[in-house]
């Protein structure tokens, strides 16, 4: 018996909580713990467990509080069988954001793995409390109650799931393998499942992966940031970095396979151009070309700048001329320089028309500068 997995999508967006607008561009370090979650979603997809478990690792290394991450290291630990380190993990995820209904789920489903199935049956209880129209957590409890031999229980949750889903026909085979059980035994009375008390919460994304790519959007052609781009790549067609902001303009717009054209366009012209590999990764990725995804992604950690590292000057030693009558005083010990904290750095606007502003003033500042140089 195996539960239905709740799974996260990997890059449900283009851009992430850590971005950074600097003079209207977007800009993912590839040292924060996005870009390698986004990496260890390629290698999952492609079943290659052991290395996409190191770069959740390391995303959980540089971020001890990503609870997408200590979630979906749960799930690739599950698939390599290591299910009481996937037990660890889940309850990590949990004990970050009490609501991930989807990582109780999963915790629920590592426990059916152990055998543990009253724990799974309160784990699943707490998913879908927090979803009430949550249907992996209805049909993976309606199994767990099956192996406790509680098939009423189990034909209520999977009548649940049919209300939702009329469609699924496993929860319908499972229902009629619990309605046999149940006629093959006079019925004993079982306490009703309780309905779960509706707990609001922002809906998450439960897939790890689009099932299939979605059509793509028609390229708006007025939209006023595209139309600058394409007037710069225009007016500079050898100039990769304007290639690169109309591929993220086009990202932003969901029109993914023009954003992999342009960005494509970039890299011919500049082969080592980091930027341009990593947002073409989380473009391929979103179309669900993860073993291409993987390549950008992995040409981009290679031409990643280093961080900039501050080296305190020493200081200058003062010399004294000694006279010979004089005794030369007791050395008293240098006191160390005083750690100055960096400064916080000030966020930005990230709203749409405050963004647009700041890069069409880089661009008159870009094109102004060609003109008189």
């Known amino acids: 018996m195996t539960g239905q997995e709740a799974q996260n999508n990997f890059n449900s967006s283009i851009h992430s909580s850590e971005e950074n607008e600097e003079e209207g561009l977007i800009v993912i370090q590839m040292n924060n713990p996005k870009a390698w979650y986004d990496r260890a979603g390629s290698l999952y997809q492609l079943g290659r467990y052991e290395e996409a478990l190191e770069s959740y690792e390391k995303a959980i290394a540089l971020d001890e509080n990503y609870a997408d991450a200590w979630n979906n290291r749960g799930m690739t630990l599950k698939c390599l069988g290591r299910h009481e380190e996937a037990v660890t993990s889940y309850e990590k995820a949990i004990a970050l954001q009490a609501d991930y209904y989807q990582g109780w789920n999963n915790l629920g489903n590592a426990l059916v793995e152990l055998g543990r199935y009253e724990e799974a049956v309160a784990s699943y209880q707490r998913a879908i409390a927090i979803s009430p129209e949550y249907c992996q ?34 929860t319908k085979r499972l229902r009629r393998t619990a309605m046999a059980k149940l006629q093959e035994r006079p019925p004993s009375p079982k306490p009703a499942t309780p309905e779960p008390v509706e707990i609001p919460v922002a809906q998450k994304q439960e897939e790890i992966v689009p099932k299939s790519v979605p ?77 291409e995804a993987l390549t950008s992604y992995e040409r981009a950690l290679e031409l990643q700048p280093p961080a900039p590292t501050i080296t305190p000057e020493p200081a200058e030693a003062s010399v004294e001329v000694s006279s010979p009558d004089r005794v030369p005083p007791s050395p008293v010990e240098a006191p160390l320089p005083e750690i100055v904290p960096n400064p916080t750095p000030v966020r930005r606007s990230s709203s749409p028309v405050g963004r647009v502003i700041r890069w069409m003033r880089r661009w008159t500042v870009r094109l102004w500068r060609r003109l008189i140089g």
């Open 137 to 170: 957590g209805w049909h993976n409890q309606g199994e767990a109650l099956a192996a406790l031999e509680r098939y009423e229980e189990a034909v209520a949750c999977y009548d649940r799931v049919l209300v939702l889903k009329p469609t699924w026909r496993e």
């Open 215 to 291: 059509s793509q959007p028609v390229v708006p052609l007025d939209h006023p940031k595209l139309a600058a781009c394409d007037r710069m790549v225009k007016r500079y067609p050898d100039d990769p970095e304007a290639w690169v902001d109309r591929g993220s303009a086009l990202a932003e717009l969901g029109c993914y396979e023009e954003a992999v054209t342009s960005y494509d366009r970039a890299l011919s012209l500049d082969p080592d151009n980091w930027q341009g590999w990593k947002d073409r990764g989380v473009a391929l990725k979103q179309l669900g070309r993860s073993q």
